[in-house]
Nanobody
């Protein structure tokens, strides 16, 4: 079992940037893929990006490709989500989640481990 803690969410103006962090701990944490999701008010949880620790591969939702970048820092057991050119529609609670290789990375239901979330608010 692994534990995840998100941080970095805050109020930011439209057009600005923000970097979220996801600290992961637990045995064999590097065997998990880590995904970022968000959930806005009255909306379903939405996939944003996912990455593994060893092969450098990453996958993105079409909604954020080119604006958001996921990266991993093994020494700090942390996964980042760099978000640029933020828009008011990006306002949401952002979550990181961990799942084993082979799951449907786009489906939140396939991730067994979740952080508590961090709030991002983008003002216009």
């Amino acid at each position: 079992q692994v534990q995840l803690i998100e941080s970095g969410g805050r109020l930011v103006q439209a057009g600005g940037s923000l970097r979220l962090s996801c600290l992961i701990s637990g045995p064999n944490f590097s065997t998990y893929y880590v995904g970022w999701f968000r959930q806005g008010p009255g909306k379903e949880r939405e996939f944003l990006a996912v990455a593994g620790w060893t092969n450098g591969g990453a996958y993105y939702s079409d909604n954020v490709k080119g604006r958001f970048t996921i990266s991993t820092e093994y020494a700090k057991t942390t996964v980042y989500l760099q978000m640029n050119i933020l828009e008011p529609d990006d306002t949401a609670t952002y979550y990181c989640a961990a799942g084993r290789p082979g799951i449907d990375y786009y489906s939140p239901h396939d991730y067994p481990y979740w952080g508590q979330g961090t709030q991002v608010t983008v003002s216009s």
